[in-house]
């Protein structure tokens, strides 16, 4: 009986694989991480360096490309709003680079920023 069991399992599998069934998986992300601009990517791994060795610095500088007209995940608010939850962001980084969660937090910043450019680069939709 198992030979056959087998044998309807594997008939079964082509049709269950091209069912055509689409799953779409996207990212919810919370006001201060979706305020990460979408930069030119030279200027992301500058961003990058600089917040690998002066926690907050790389997050400062892509602040103000936020007021040079750099692209966010909030589209809805204010350039001057983005601008300041930047600013807050680094202050974070700066704050907390002390007992290390910043220093971390602020290399992380630094690889989004890349990963946002690389996207930007090879012409991926920012929101996967």
């Known amino acids: 009986m198992e030979p056959?069991?087998?044998e309807a399992e594997r008939a079964a599998a082509p049709r269950a694989a091209g069912s055509g069934v689409v799953v779409q998986v996207r990212e919810k992300k919370g006001?201060?991480?979706a305020a990460i601009p979408?930069?030119?990517?030279?200027?992301?791994?500058l961003c990058?360096?600089?917040n690998t060795f002066v926690p907050g610095l790389g997050t400062f500088v892509s602040a103000f490309a936020v007021l040079c007209g750099?692209?966010?995940?909030?589209?809805?608010?204010h350039v001057c709003c983005v601008f300041w939850l930047?600013?807050?962001?680094?202050l974070i980084q700066i704050l907390t680079a002390?007992?290390?969660v910043g220093w971390i937090m602020s290399i992380f910043w630094g690889m989004d920023m890349v990963i946002l450019a690389s996207y930007k680069e090879q012409g991926i939709p920012q929101q996967l």
């Open 4 to 6: 056959a069991h087998k």
């Open 31 to 33: 006001p201060l991480r």
């Open 38 to 45: 979408c930069l030119p990517f030279p200027l992301a791994v």
């Open 48 to 50: 990058l360096f600089l």
């Open 70 to 77: 750099a692209r966010t995940d909030l589209p809805d608010r």
């Open 86 to 90: 930047n600013i807050a962001a680094a």
């Open 98 to 100: 002390i007992v290390m």
